[in-house]
């Protein structure tokens, strides 16, 4: 399926359910950003629970980082005011095409790993791999670039995101390129909440609400403010799964993409027809589902990451949602005084049939942009 083209009428407009005023309340510092694991009742504890320690080597089964461990830079405060932040670095002018642009055929393939909302350290990253100007326009000819999803949540300007990563799908296919983006779980977050509110859903242990997990998962108020009709369509058409040239691309280091569908255009029109119905139960167990992770981490990761390119094709898969220090154990605090999360490149494991690309930006990592194939 081509990215964009609707299945049906699409149903997520601003007509939908808009949240009650006032806004409920930011979550409170520890509060967990994810929504607890399926055996685990849905009451959203008032009470966090204990932070993993500092470089703990196992994390639990599909572990969420919770908003101790993840802390949120420059996310809103609780009077909804934006927590002051160092500014980004300048952006590098760039003016001409990435080397090795080909003046015909297909260019060089890029991916980005998670933005959650970190605007100028997007144009930072995109501008030092030439693939935009100074301005902000798109200046890599034919390059082709992919999103792997997670434009919003726990930083400060995720619609911002929304509206670059727009403008350079414009500018890139009118250049002979093309930018496109795959659906995070963070989309179907804030789809949901946008959607649904606080309307309870069937969790499998108990019930929960789109509106409060949202919140739990860094929601900004400031993003649900600002998003209009186009931004509510363009996330609800993004597609599930994409393969080019042999990366098989995904955002959730998951499996259950196998559950929607035996071909990548099965699982980008069940995922469609899903938000088309628009059923509350629905989207929850489908937003549920892609916040699965680590499915390739362990011994078994790469026996994992095989199903899918049998199914699905390719000879790696490449994604996202999952940051790497996580990955690699070298899980921080923001208690931890003085420690930083260095990361510098994806994280290549599973018998090296999977990249992660999370950077763990909003812990202090690196947003990633890279190009395919990685070099040894």
């Given at each position: 399926?081509?990215?964009?083209?609707?299945?049906?009428?699409?149903?997520?407009?601003?007509?939908?359910?808009?949240?009650?005023?006032?806004?409920?309340?930011?979550?409170?510092?520890?509060?967990?950003?994810?929504?607890?694991?399926?055996?685990?009742?849905?009451?959203?504890?008032?009470?966090?629970?204990?932070?993993?320690?500092?470089?703990?080597?196992?994390?639990?089964?599909?572990?969420?980082?919770?908003?101790?461990?993840?802390?949120?830079?420059?996310?809103?405060?609780?009077?909804?005011?934006?927590?002051?932040?160092?500014?980004?670095?300048?952006?590098?002018?760039?003016?001409?095409?990435?080397?090795?642009?080909?003046?015909?055929?297909?260019?060089?393939?890029?991916?980005?790993?998670?933005?959650?909302?970190?605007?100028?350290?997007?144009?930072?990253?995109?501008a030092a791999e030439g693939l935009i100007d100074a301005d902000g326009s798109w200046s890599a000819g034919n390059a082709?670039?992919?999103?792997?999803?997670?434009?919003?949540?726990?930083?400060?300007?995720?619609?911002?995101?929304?509206?670059?990563?727009?403008?350079?799908?414009?500018?890139?296919?009118?250049?002979?390129?093309?930018?496109?983006?795959?659906?995070?779980?963070?989309e179907l977050l804030l789809l949901g909440a946008k959607r649904f509110g606080d309307t309870p859903v069937q969790s499998?242990?108990?019930?929960?609400?789109?509106?409060?997990?949202?919140?739990?998962?860094?929601?900004?108020?400031?993003?649900?403010?600002?998003?209009?009709?186009?931004?509510?369509?363009?996330?609800?058409?993004?597609?599930?799964?994409?393969?080019?040239?042999?990366?098989?691309?995904?955002?959730?280091?998951?499996?259950?993409?196998?559950?929607?569908?035996?071909?990548?255009?099965?699982?980008?029109?069940?995922?469609?027809?899903?938000?088309?119905?628009?059923?509350?139960?629905?989207?929850?167990?489908?937003?549920?589902?892609?916040?699965?992770?680590?499915?390739?981490?362990?011994?078994?990761?790469?026996?994992?990451?095989?199903?899918?390119?049998?199914?699905?094709?390719?000879?790696?898969?490449?994604?996202?949602?999952?940051?790497?220090?996580?990955?690699?154990?070298?899980?921080?605090?923001?208690?931890?005084?003085?420690?930083?999360?260095?990361?510098?490149?994806?994280?290549?494991?599973?018998?090296?049939?999977?990249?992660?690309?999370?950077?763990?930006?909003?812990?202090?990592?690196?947003?990633?942009?890279?190009?395919?194939?990685?070099?040894?």
């Amino acid at each position: 399926m081509t990215q964009g083209a609707g299945q049906g009428p699409m149903a997520w407009t601003m007509a939908a359910h808009t949240p009650a005023s006032p806004q409920p309340p930011g979550p409170p510092p520890g509060a967990p950003t994810g929504p607890p694991p399926d055996d685990t009742p849905q009451h959203f504890p008032t009470a966090p629970p204990a932070p993993l320690p500092a470089h703990s080597p196992e994390p639990p089964e599909e572990y969420t980082p919770t908003a101790r461990d993840l802390p949120v830079i420059g996310a809103a405060g609780r009077d909804d005011t934006l927590i002051d932040q160092p500014a980004a670095g300048p952006v590098p002018a760039t003016e001409t095409a990435p080397d090795g642009v080909p003046a015909e055929g297909p260019g060089p393939l890029y991916v980005v790993g998670d933005v959650h909302g970190y605007y100028d350290e997007l144009r930072e990253a995109l501008a030092a791999e030439g693939l935009i100007d100074a301005d902000g326009s798109w200046s890599a000819g034919n390059a082709r670039l992919w999103f792997l999803g997670d434009f919003t949540d726990r930083g400060p300007d995720g619609i911002g995101v929304i509206d670059l990563v727009m403008q350079l799908s414009a500018e890139a296919a009118a250049a002979g390129g093309y930018c496109k983006a795959l659906m995070g779980n963070h989309e179907l977050l804030l789809l949901g909440a946008k959607r649904f509110g606080d309307t309870p859903v069937q969790s499998g242990a108990g019930t929960a609400s789109f509106q409060a997990a949202w919140l739990l998962n860094g929601g900004q108020k400031t993003d649900m403010d600002r998003l209009e009709d186009h931004h509510l369509q363009w996330m609800a058409r993004l597609d599930a799964v994409m393969e080019e040239d042999g990366h098989l691309l995904v955002h959730s280091d998951t499996t259950a993409y196998l559950e929607y569908g035996d071909s990548i255009e099965a699982v980008n029109d069940t995922v469609h027809d899903v938000l088309t119905r628009s059923e509350a139960d629905e989207v929850w167990d489908l937003f549920r589902k892609f916040t699965k992770r680590f499915a390739f981490r362990d011994e078994s990761g790469a026996q994992a990451v095989r199903q899918l390119l049998d199914a699905y094709g390719g000879t790696r898969v490449v994604h996202g949602h999952s940051p790497i220090p996580y990955l690699l154990g070298e899980v921080g605090t923001e208690d931890s005084d003085g420690e930083t999360v260095v990361v510098e490149e994806p994280h290549v494991y599973a018998d090296g049939l999977a990249i992660a690309m999370d950077g763990g930006v909003t812990m202090a990592g690196k947003l990633l942009v890279v190009q395919l194939p990685l070099t040894d």
